[in-house]
């Protein structure tokens, strides 16, 4: 990824909330001839306990995918990039006070995303499968007034569901984050774009802070 300095995400903890609040991902792999493949599925973060291991990520995967296959031989997995997309919005010149004082303005494109480089390997396992379901529901329906819970369907119905996927597991071996939010921009002009973004777009206090860069000052 195309890393400028000024938009360069280097705390990793900045990159795990990236991955938390945006937890969709696009996970590109390739096949034993080279081909590029790319599949779309929410991704759990297990931060690493301790300085000697590798944070993970979690999900799974229909047993049909054909991701499956490329992955039954290799004992160490495969190669795999996990990329994670935080807010984006296209920034208009016409949010800019140098647009009324000069016009030498031009449009952009802000966003936030996260890359994750590791190994892929399958887990074949019931009793994984279970938890690891468990644990993503729990995840998303956590803000629900009544969450609905895995103990909800029947059990046989579960198990059945469980065998229809496999699950997958990403040994983390780098983490990359890109903030590229116009923060090396004057203050009032990133104002500007805050104030556009929430007007014209719509878009709440924190994206817009986010994507104008006034998350990333002092001020």
């Known amino acids: 990824m195309y890393q400028p300095p000024q938009f360069r995400l280097d705390s990793r ?26 599949d779309h599925l929410p991704l759990l973060l297990a931060p690493a306990g301790d300085a000697s291991s590798s944070d993970t990520l979690i999900g799974h995967i229909a047993r049909a995918n054909p991701l499956v296959r490329e992955l039954e031989s290799p004992l160490d997995g495969i190669e795999a990039l996990a990329i994670f997309h935080g807010p984006q919005a296209y920034i208009t010149p016409s949010w800019y006070p140098a647009k009324q004082e000069h016009g030498k303005v031009v449009p952009t494109w802000n966003y936030q995303v996260v890359h994750v480089h590791g190994r892929l390997r399958l887990i074949d396992d019931p009793h ?23 103990e909800d369907a029947p059990d046989d119905y579960i198990a059945a569901m469980c065998r229809a996927i ?9 983490i990359e984050g890109k903030r590229k939010a116009s923060q090396h921009k004057p203050l009032d002009e990133r104002w500007a ?6 007007d014209e777009y719509g878009y ?13 000052d002092e001020t």
């Open 166 to 174: 496999v699950g997958i597991e990403i040994t983390v071996e780098r």
């Open 128 to 150: 994984w499968l279970r938890e690891m379901v468990t644990t993503l529901t729990e995840c998303f329906e956590s803000e629900r007034e009544r969450p609905w819970q895995v």
């Open 13 to 38: 903890a900045e990159c795990h909330r990236v991955i938390e609040a945006a937890p969709f991902a696009t996970l590109v792999t390739h096949d034993a001839s080279g081909e590029l493949s790319a």
């Open 193 to 198: 774009i805050h104030r556009g973004l929430q």
């Open 204 to 216: 709440g206090e924190q994206d817009a802070a986010c994507l104008s860069g006034i998350l990333l």
